[in-house]
């Protein structure tokens, strides 16, 4: 039963994912990332990877697509029809993810995966607490600041690009 939930999930990735960057609709290409995100964290619920799953859903579907989609409301944009890209651009396109995925499915299948005898850490909420608020070894301090970075470069791009928008 396993197989076949991955296998609709990877379906689902797959068929949004397209549809997400093939969409001249900006609203929809909002609502089908949406789709990829869940999908995504049910993929992360499946290894049993909960607390990173439960992040997936909270800032990446919850946080990040509700904003783009404010974002768009609140410009007026909710029917502007992106340009459609021309055919040189398309080809282009299809041949560096051609090379990309063979390049990654190469690398995924000669790689010599080796299985870790180590013991599992103590994964109470107490530890994984401390480990949140650490900047030493095994500290997720640095990271986190480094995607918050990330995520206000985004929403100051998001600005940017609305404000041009909405004077056209």
């Not at 990877?10 to 789709?35: D, H, K, Q, W």
């Not at 180590?118 to 600041?145: A, H």
Request: net charge neutral.
């Amino acid at each position: 039963m396993e197989t076949i939930f991955f296998y609709i999930l990877a379906l689902v990735i797959i068929v949004f994912s397209t549809l997400t960057v093939s969409t001249n609709n900006i609203l929809r290409a909002a609502v089908y990332l949406l789709f990829v995100l869940g999908a995504t964290s049910g993929l992360y619920f499946m290894m049993n990877f909960n607390f990173l799953a439960a992040v997936q859903l909270t800032v990446y579907a919850g946080g990040i697509v509700v904003l783009i989609i404010f974002s768009i409301l609140l410009t007026h944009q909710i029917n502007t029809i992106l340009e459609s890209s021309d055919l040189k651009k398309r080809i282009i396109s299809g041949a560096i993810s051609i090379i990309s995925g063979s390049v990654f499915i190469w690398a995924l299948f000669t790689y010599n995966f080796k299985i870790s005898d180590k013991n599992i850490d103590d994964t109470s909420v107490k530890t994984i607490g401390t480990q949140l608020m650490s900047y030493v070894e095994n500290g997720y301090v640095l990271p986190f600041e480094v995607i918050s970075v990330l995520l206000l470069a985004c929403m100051i791009a998001a600005i940017i690009i609305a404000k041009k928008f909405s004077h056209d």
